[in-house]
């Protein structure tokens, strides 16, 4: 996982140099939504794919709102131990409820 995360931040710097407009910024690059590791363990897997996450991810007036642990991330030497944790923290958080709401505990 350590892996991928390297792998897409380089995306996401290359992109913030390239001036793409439909980057989100300030972001981090969204690998998943949630704890990973608990659904490798987990006997019930469901996988949705999305193409990126919503600019409602990064609100405006506090753009990590629902990845606190990312603000202290700087984009040109990413910890990525702490990326991957913002993002296994998403639910413990505040979700983007509008999308996540009908997620429920089976």
Do not use: C, Q
Request: proline share 8%; hydrophobic share 45%.
């Amino acid at each position: 996982m350590r892996d991928l995360a390297a792998a897409s931040w380089e995306l996401y710097r290359e992109a913030v140099e390239l001036g793409i407009g439909a980057l989100v910024h300030p972001s981090i690059p969204v690998l998943f939504f949630g704890d990973d590791e608990r659904y490798v363990s987990s006997a019930l897997k469901v996988i949705t794919v999305g193409l990126n996450p919503s600019r409602l991810e990064f609100p405006k007036g506090d753009p990590f709102l629902r990845f606190p642990a990312a603000r202290r991330i700087d984009p040109k030497r990413p910890a990525f131990d702490a990326h991957l944790a913002a993002l296994r923290a998403y639910f413990r958080e505040r979700p983007y409820n509008a999308w996540f709401r009908s997620r429920r505990r089976l």
